[in-house]
């Protein structure tokens, strides 16, 4: 019996790629990337305020007010937190058809650097909460919109703010071109080292902003964590309370007792060995804490571990909702939603924390836990240079086709985008016209605050 040698395997497999790719060039018959250039709102457009409502149901109502402050501190902020918004605005634009599992809330400032469990630290996607199997376009334009957002936030010329969102797009299609012709294997054990970024810094001021945030993260330790926001009370270490933003609830004791069986719960998602090294702790603490902007006044968490020779370990826990983008795209294959987002995680990182789990609390309500800052950190936007930002676009570009390589078509979509810059600037000349409608939706946020319509108390963003 005689077996195909090596190069007969490989000539087979770059014929499967190169038919792949066809057919996504054929795509561009029906949908022509020229179509992404467009944002025109339809007629019957959902009121934004309407589907701000219907997104604050079920929140905590004490923090409603502060999701509303900060989402009024600025265009990009509202974007950050309106992700309901613009998945139906998404919705009624173009897409080829492929499917990946989409981030949901693909923005700039959802990307950063965090350890691997072998301690080393890559740059990835690190935000979940609206994942779901959805048209790789949406993430793209979220993605590129953001930049010109936070390029005029940083009053940034309007030519600069484009050329970092045509630099996002860009680096999204050649590195979804540069995935398309490796292995499986290879993609899935692809990553982006920090310390790469680092070598391989275009300019010196690039260098030295991933040097910052690099040395940001090896320094945010856990033990660093532990002592900003705990105390030792009596003996006994516990968190500060710092209301509205963290703070123990007035039944503590009852409260207590609700998470340790939410805790016990998620114990068992978790894998053997990792349940092991969970049972070294014992839950001491636990308290509210708002995080973000899109999650504020969702049910969130801190507990607070102690092993036997009260080592800690912090983990998060938060409310798991459905999907923005579930009405639009269809259901979660799974029943649960913490499961979605932990499955949706660990599919589009390179790396994934060894805590991630979910469990549902008594009331019915879904959630899911992990570790809190250990070596986590993101770019300070306040500050940053056009060349800065730029630089940062196409390390998103790049982050964001990887995740979307290992679950996606990446010949088929690599096919579609083609080698040329059409697809590039056309979704550039997107996210300028949508980023124009984000700062309508805003103004229209902070005069229905500033009439009394909605309700807004500071919080820190």
């Given at each position: 019996m005689s077996f195909p040698s090596h190069d007969q395997l490989r000539s087979a497999d770059m014929s499967l790629r190169q038919a792949r790719q066809a057919a996504g060039k054929a795509l561009r018959q029906t949908v022509p990337r020229s179509l992404h250039r467009d944002w025109h709102p339809l007629s019957d457009r959902p009121d934004p305020l309407e589907l701000l409502k219907?997104?604050?149901?079920?929140?905590?109502?004490?923090?409603?007010?502060?999701?509303?402050?900060?989402?009024?501190?600025?265009?990009?902020?509202?974007?950050?937190?309106?992700?309901?918004?613009?998945?139906?605005?998404?919705?009624?634009?173009?897409?080829?058809?492929?499917?990946?599992?989409?981030?949901?809330?693909?923005?700039?400032?959802?990307?950063?650097?965090?350890?691997?469990?072998?301690?080393?630290?890559?740059?990835?996607?690190?935000d979940f909460d609206e994942t779901l199997l959805a048209p790789w376009e949406w993430d793209v334009k979220r993605l590129v919109t953001s930049f010109i957002l936070a390029g005029r936030a940083l009053q940034l010329s309007d030519r600069a703010s484009a050329e970092a969102a045509l630099a996002a797009a860009q680096a999204y299609r050649l590195a979804i071109a540069h995935y398309s012709q490796m292995r499986t294997l290879e993609v899935w054990y692809a990553r982006l080292d920090a310390h790469l970024l680092i070598e391989h810094a275009p300019d010196?001021?690039?260098?030295?902003?991933?040097?910052?945030?690099?040395?940001?993260?090896?320094?945010?330790?856990?033990?660093?964590?532990?002592?900003?926001?705990?105390?030792?009370?009596?003996?006994?270490?516990?968190?500060?309370?710092?209301?509205?933003?963290?703070?123990?609830?007035?039944?503590?004791?009852?409260?207590?007792?609700?998470?340790?069986?939410?805790?016990?719960?998620?114990?068992?998602?978790?894998?053997?060995?990792?349940?092991?090294?969970?049972?070294?702790?014992?839950?001491?603490?636990?308290?509210?804490?708002?995080?973000?902007?899109?999650?504020?006044?969702?049910?969130?968490?801190?507990?607070?571990?102690?092993?036997?020779?009260?080592?800690?370990?912090?983990?998060?826990?938060?409310?798991?909702?459905?999907?923005?983008?579930?009405?639009y795209a269809g259901k979660s294959p799974y029943p649960h939603e913490g499961q979605r987002i932990v499955s949706g995680q660990r599919l589009m990182q390179a790396?994934?924390?060894?805590?991630?789990?979910?469990?549902?609390?008594?009331?019915?309500?879904?959630?899911?836990?992990?570790?809190?800052?250990?070596?986590?950190?993101?770019?300070?936007?306040?500050?940053?240079?056009?060349?800065?930002l730029e630089d940062y676009a196409e390390i998103c570009g790049a982050a964001l086709a990887r995740a979307h390589a290992r679950t996606g078509d990446s010949a088929l979509i690599s096919g579609y985008l083609g080698k040329s810059d059409a697809f590039d600037q056309a979704v550039t000349d997107f996210a300028v016209a949508y980023a124009y409608q984000v700062e309508q939706d805003h103004q229209r946020l902070v005069e229905a605050i500033q009439s009394g319509q909605l309700e807004a108390k500071a919080g820190v963003a």
């Amino acid at each position: 019996m005689s077996f195909p040698s090596h190069d007969q395997l490989r000539s087979a497999d770059m014929s499967l790629r190169q038919a792949r790719q066809a057919a996504g060039k054929a795509l561009r018959q029906t949908v022509p990337r020229s179509l992404h250039r467009d944002w025109h709102p339809l007629s019957d457009r959902p009121d934004p305020l309407e589907l701000l409502k219907k997104s604050n149901q079920q929140r905590i109502p004490d923090l409603i007010p502060i999701r509303h402050w900060r989402m009024m501190q600025s265009p990009f902020a509202f974007m950050r937190g309106s992700a309901l918004i613009m998945a139906a605005d998404l919705a009624t634009t173009p897409t080829t058809g492929i499917q990946v599992q989409a981030c949901g809330d693909c923005h700039l400032l959802n990307f950063g650097g965090f350890a691997t469990p072998e301690r080393n630290l890559i740059f990835d996607l690190n935000d979940f909460d609206e994942t779901l199997l959805a048209p790789w376009e949406w993430d793209v334009k979220r993605l590129v919109t953001s930049f010109i957002l936070a390029g005029r936030a940083l009053q940034l010329s309007d030519r600069a703010s484009a050329e970092a969102a045509l630099a996002a797009a860009q680096a999204y299609r050649l590195a979804i071109a540069h995935y398309s012709q490796m292995r499986t294997l290879e993609v899935w054990y692809a990553r982006l080292d920090a310390h790469l970024l680092i070598e391989h810094a275009p300019d010196e001021d690039t260098r030295k902003h991933w040097e910052k945030m690099a040395a940001r993260a090896f320094n945010r330790t856990l033990d660093q964590a532990v002592a900003q926001l705990t105390e030792v009370v009596e003996g006994q270490r516990r968190f500060i309370d710092n209301p509205p933003l963290i703070y123990h609830p007035p039944n503590q004791a009852e409260y207590f007792t609700q998470i340790s069986d939410l805790f016990e719960q998620y114990r068992d998602t978790l894998q053997v060995d990792r349940q092991f090294l969970l049972d070294r702790y014992r839950l001491v603490d636990v308290a509210l804490k708002v995080v973000g902007v899109g999650s504020v006044g969702t049910h969130c968490g801190v507990a607070l571990l102690l092993d036997a020779n009260n080592d800690p370990l912090l983990l998060q826990y938060k409310e798991a909702r459905p999907s923005v983008l579930e009405p639009y795209a269809g259901k979660s294959p799974y029943p649960h939603e913490g499961q979605r987002i932990v499955s949706g995680q660990r599919l589009m990182q390179a790396a994934s924390d060894i805590f991630l789990g979910w469990t549902t609390n008594v009331e019915g309500h879904d959630f899911y836990f992990r570790q809190l800052k250990d070596m986590k950190t993101a770019i300070k936007l306040k500050g940053m240079s056009a060349r800065s930002l730029e630089d940062y676009a196409e390390i998103c570009g790049a982050a964001l086709a990887r995740a979307h390589a290992r679950t996606g078509d990446s010949a088929l979509i690599s096919g579609y985008l083609g080698k040329s810059d059409a697809f590039d600037q056309a979704v550039t000349d997107f996210a300028v016209a949508y980023a124009y409608q984000v700062e309508q939706d805003h103004q229209r946020l902070v005069e229905a605050i500033q009439s009394g319509q909605l309700e807004a108390k500071a919080g820190v963003a």
